[in-house]
């Protein structure tokens, strides 16, 4: 029965199920690929001492400008905590600065430091080895997250 179940994935001559990627299911395969992609890429990232929260969170504020942690959380899709604990380490680094917002004393501004667009500039560089930019694979995992973000 178990060998009827794996049907595409096969069977070698001792009965043992050969495990090729490209007979999985596409939702495994999408997140091992994930998966596989950011350890690589964490790795790299982490021996230029930019942990990849703090990347998103830098290429955030480098498309928009300067922003409230708020809008960085909602944009980055992280919960308004883990946010705040990213951009403590970012300031704490160097990489970001929090200052008043011009309207709302109560609130912060966060700003991209210089050291922090230089580190964004070389982990460009990182991303570019680890994962070579591919437009349908780039327009493919774009309609995944539109039709997600519909849901």
Wanted: no cysteine; net charge positive; hydrophobic share 40%.
């Amino acid at each position: 029965m178990l060998i009827t179940w794996i049907g595409r994935a096969g069977v070698n001559r001792l009965g043992r199920m050969h495990d090729d990627p490209a007979a999985w299911p596409l939702g495994r395969l999408l997140a091992a690929a994930a998966r596989s992609v950011e350890r690589d890429w964490d790795e790299r990232l982490r021996a230029i001492g930019l942990p990849h929260a703090a990347l998103i969170a830098i290429d955030i504020l480098i498309r928009t400008g300067p922003t409230g942690a708020d809008t960085l959380a909602r944009t980055a899709r992280v919960q308004p905590q883990t946010m705040s604990r990213t951009l403590e380490r970012l300031e704490r680094d160097g990489l970001v600065e929090r200052g008043p917002h011009p309207e709302d004393r109560r609130r912060r501004v966060v700003t991209v430091t210089d050291r922090g667009r230089a580190a964004w500039q070389e982990a460009k560089h990182v991303e570019r080895e680890v994962l070579p930019d591919d437009d349908e694979l780039r327009a493919a995992l774009g309609r995944i997250m539109d039709r997600n973000r519909k849901s």
